[in-house]
């Protein structure tokens, strides 16, 4: 099983990225997909979920208006566009698959990727 993160970077105030995870050893499409991040000193948090099929999206409200995730279940892919990159983006992004069934789940995380905005 492998998550792998790219497209991170880095980039000035008001700048964009498109962070990609590709997946590979479980069936992705069946999973939950989640972009978090952690930046210096802080606390692992939320960014962008997609559910199987995209059904359902939910966003941080940090990020509401300002970062798209979409999903590509036939390349494996999720993807996280991210438009007008604040200084407190500066993080590291990991992607998250989780399987829901019941009361039980099961995930894999990626090494995630590391997107510094900065002058």
């Known amino acids: 099983v492998q998550l792998v993160e790219s497209g991170g970077g880095l980039v000035e105030p008001g700048g964009s990225l498109r962070l990609s995870c590709i997946a590979s050893?479980?069936?992705?499409?069946?999973?939950?997909m989640t972009w978090y991040r952690q930046g210096p000193g802080k606390e692992r948090e939320l960014v962008a979920q997609?559910?199987?099929?995209?059904?359902?999206?939910a966003y941080a409200d940090s990020v509401k208006g300002r970062f798209t995730i979409s999903r590509d279940n036939a390349k494996n892919t999720v993807y996280l566009q991210m438009n007008g990159l604040k200084p407190e983006d500066t993080a590291a992004y990991l992607c998250?698959?989780?399987?829901?069934?019941?009361?039980?789940?099961?995930?894999?995380w990626g090494q995630g990727t590391q997107v510094t905005v900065a002058s």
């Open positions: 998250n698959a989780n399987l829901y069934w019941g009361a039980s789940s099961r995930g894999y």
């Open positions: 997609i559910t199987k099929y995209s059904a359902t999206i």
């Open positions: 050893g479980f069936t992705f499409r069946n999973y939950v």
